[in-house]
């Protein structure tokens, strides 16, 4: 019911449309990998082999939104821009594209809803039904999951969203500080620099719904990888981001040994 195949091939045939800029490669290695993680976790819940392919599209589709936030804005900051959950949606379901993905009109309610839902900082209490909310709770880990090598192997310099000349002299919010040592999911309408985007993502385990998930992150030393990223020369920001590793690592240890 779900070719995978074909709309991989979709997907990339839709995003050369907006040539050649590293924001947009990015994210289309995010997409792929997105779905990877998804179909990682669908496995590890025991879903049934059309609801494994279900995530994976999902995964694969989550952030088309992206591609022409990049081209109108270029900038991933939501909050400047436009919430590219929303544009996703118009993208695919406005003019009937989701039909270039999957060809059955059975699911879009639900892939609907998982997109949508995916960036919000919850799921929103509307969504009642369990298997719609199993969705919602797998695109939104296997995105959080895919922050790290995002950042870690494609550069910190092209994740960043403020314009600054060194990074290491940069401070760190003391509201980002105090969600992410009190364990919660940091609030980005704090963030103003872009040590407080690092915390911002380090804090999204915080909001992980399954083990795997912490497994995939504990597994990839991706807490200490992430922050060793910056050589930091601001003695508050290097005790704060000490401080915030520390943590992050007990809590994940404390969830998944």
């Known amino acids: 019911m779900i070719d995978i195949d074909s709309a991989i091939e979709k997907l990339i045939k839709y995003t050369q449309q907006f040539g050649d ?24 819940l025991n879903l049934n082999n059309e609801e494994i392919e279900l995530a994976k599209l999902i995964g ?34 406005d003019n009937n594209r989701i039909r270039d993905f999957i060809q059955t009109d059975k699911y879009d309610k639900l892939i609907k809803t998982a997109i949508l839902n995916h960036n919000y900082r919850e799921i929103s209490e509307d969504v009642k039904d369990s298997k719609t909310l199993l969705y919602c709770k797998i695109i939104r880990d296997a995105d959080k999951i895919d922050i790290f090598p995002v950042v870690i192997d494609d550069g910190l310099e092209n994740a960043v969203v403020f314009k600054i000349e060194d990074i290491s002299k940069e401070n760190v919010s003391d509201e980002i500080i105090e969600d992410c040592l009190n364990h919660r999911s940091c609030r980005k309408e704090f963030m103003r620099t872009n040590i407080d985007c690092m915390v911002v993502w380090i804090s999204y385990i915080y909001n992980l719904n399954f083990d795997c998930s912490l497994k995939i992150i504990k ?4 807490i200490d990888r992430m922050i060793d990223l910056v050589d930091y020369k601001n003695e508050k920001t290097y005790l704060a981001m000490k401080k915030i ?13």
């Open 21 to 44: 800029n590293p924001k947009i490669d990015i994210k289309r290695r995010h997409s792929l990998r997105v779905m990877q993680n998804c179909e990682k976790l669908a496995v590890y």
């Open 60 to 93: 694969l589709i989550h952030d088309i939104g992206r591609f022409e936030q990049v081209k109108k804005y270029n900038t991933f900051l939501d909050r400047n821009s436009v919430n590219h959950g929303e544009l996703g949606i118009q993208i695919l379901f």
């Open 219 to 222: 597994d990839n030393n991706y």
């Open 245 to 257: 590793q520390k943590s992050a690592n007990e809590y994940i240890n404390s969830k998944y040994s």
